[in-house]
């Protein structure tokens, strides 16, 4: 019983690595004009392909969530020279983002709904600007920040969590096909 349960410990806690929460990891986060604004982007660590971006806006005086603003998103590549098109996996080569300027963020996009957000697809690895402009009212503001995107990981080494479920499952049922055996011989002798 101790085994098993150590076991399913261990399997929480390797699996909560892999969970995703909501937003994202945090690219900017300070004052534009009257808004303050915070940008997160998923997954963590960023690779070429497809990409969420999100963006919290607050007043900068209370910081109460804005809910009524246009926001959009401009993203241009910082390195000079062309890449050659990496390996994508299937889903990201059919649905390739054909302009990366002046994408529209939808409010609600995701599970939070204070957030504007966009899912863009990176074509390349490397130092790409982000710039999200707002405009709510008369009022307009301006951010920028600088995106590291790595290259796509090899197939292998994009999946291997899901090569590790049929092993679980073959682990599991041997650890109950044993517990079950020592139940059935300890009550025999017994």
């Not at 503001?141 to 995106?147: Q, S």
């Amino acid at each position: 019983m101790m085994r098993a349960t150590f076991i399913l410990g261990w399997l929480l806690l390797a699996s909560a690595r892999m969970s995703w929460a909501d937003g994202g990891t945090i690219q900017f986060q300070g004052d534009a004009g009257t808004f303050h604004v915070t940008v997160f982007t998923q997954p963590p660590i960023l690779h070429a392909g497809l990409i969420d971006v999100t963006l919290l806006l607050q007043e900068r005086s209370d910081l109460n969530p804005l809910l009524d603003a246009k926001v959009r998103f401009d993203l241009a590549a910082q390195d000079s020279a062309t890449q050659p098109a990496p390996w994508m996996p299937p889903v990201c080569a059919m649905n390739k983002t054909a302009d990366l300027s002046d994408v529209p963020a939808k409010l609600g996009h995701g599970e939070n709904r204070l957030l504007y957000g966009s899912v863009v697809q990176i074509p390349n690895s490397g130092h790409w600007r982000l710039r999200a402009r707002i405009q709510r009212g008369t009022e307009s503001a301006e951010i920028e920040t600088l995106l590291n995107v790595a290259p796509v990981p090899l197939p292998p080494l994009a999946y291997w969590h899901l090569f590790l479920l049929v092993p679980a499952g073959i682990l599991g049922f041997v650890l109950h096909q044993m517990a079950r055996a020592r139940r059935t011989h300890s009550a025999v002798a017994g």
